[in-house]
């Protein structure tokens, strides 16, 4: 193809985009209007199962057969990069050198290290609750673990990763959630229907069936993908290096 | 009327709004700098809003910011330690400058909310907050100086 | 007032994307996308949406950083290898 | 391990969980048995990572 013609191919294109866009604006509600039809049923079925976050009764609850796609997604995702990021036959591993920062930044990295962590349990914990879930809390327990590697060194941060652990919790917690989600069929009513436990009281950590129990296998299972997607990015940066085979 | 929504877009209009002209104009030791003082500056803003909208419970999100955001920051001390050496970034100025608008808003909060636990989560976020921006802008300024290829 | 804030936040989001986009240097990218990605969480808490203002923070701040470092770090060196090979 | 080696590890692993259970009790909007068994938990696993961390960077 030319460019000329590719040129006014992208012009067609991009314009008949440009128009239907102009055209769905010009049909929309008005901005911050007071009629949301779908916000009002999300509430009040999220109020009914004593889910205070409505956003994590919609993720877990009302939408729980999306997410799991989601969860396939990300899972997907982390095994191709898995496979594409292998070590290969031409390629030899390299010890990384030590690194030494200065101890500020050290002493800030083990100090913080816990409390991001903590914090991270804590969102997962409160996904039901408060803002956040098992895959916002996921991504910063897993971050937290890097921090030994920003603030330390590959290997203090090699010492307390086996990279093992997290590939079989990162499988363990997907079929986790399948499990929950089957366990509903068993119960005799739907693939992932929250009806097996009881909704418990508004507002407590117990609260909205089992909305806790998919946003902890969730968080788990973000957190260990993370920590081996990041462990392969890790590698190839610093460890694996090309053979000169010239 | 809300005087803290007020705030809170003064703070992200000029506080927010100069880091991004920082960070997409001249030198790197610029650049790095200007992402350092964007998540100083996004903390106290988060904070604010939380008060303007009467929802404690998005104090979540500065505290997550405290956090992370000064790790972000090493991320890129660490990563562009070869980069920085020959001329470190030496920004203390704008580091306290910043620094001190997160510690004026989390006084001005914890005496607008009645002293209780959610004071003391107020207080970390903002201990976490400065701490880690000052740690963060001596690592920039030559903190992984004996990092080489690791 | 709540408008003012939001069409503040939008302005902020429009032009840090339209640099993210037109800064061609990975690193520098990478600067601008760790700034444009707490602007975007300001902007979904101004637009009463925590929870995906967390998700950006999470990922935004620390993370796409990290992976687009290493990944600038293997090339650069991949490339400094082989001029050293030759 | 030795009761020697032991006495400092346990005390550096209950002064973390003692600063993390209590981090936990600012965090939490309302406490109740189940948030205080959880925070327990949870301050158990971060103060293992903080022992962790700390001997893997000093190789102690």
Redesign the interface.
Known sequence: MSPRLRLWLVCAAGSGLAALLVAACLDLPGFGGDRHPYGDRAVDASLARRTANTVASVNFDQRAFDTLGEMSILFAAVLGCVVLLRQTRDEHRARPEPAHVDRPVRRYTLLVLPVALLTGLYVIAHGQLSPGGGFQGGVVAATSLHLLYVGADYRALERVRPIGVYEVGDALSASAYVVTGCAGVLAGTAFLANTLLPYGTFNTLSSGGTVPLLNAAIGMEVACAVVVLLARFLDQAVEIEEVRSL | MNGWLLAAAVVLAGGVGATLWGVATGPLRRRVVAQNLSSALACPILLLLSQGYDRPSYVDLALVLALLGPVGTLVFARLLADELAGDPPRAWGATWAAAGVGAGVVLALCAATAPGRATVKLLLTGALLIGGNVVASRALAGGFRGVRRG | MADALIAVALLLVAVSATVAVVTRDPVRQALVLAVLGIVLAVLFTVLQAPDVGLSQLAVGSALTPLLLLLTVRKVRRRAQDRDGGR | MRPRTALPVLGEYLA?WTA?AL????????V?V??LV?GAG??A???L??R??????TGR
């Open positions: 973390w993390l981090l936990w009790l600012v965090l939490v909007s309302t109740d189940l948030e959880v949870t301050a696993l971060a103060a990572a903080a962790a961390a700390r001997r893997a960077v």
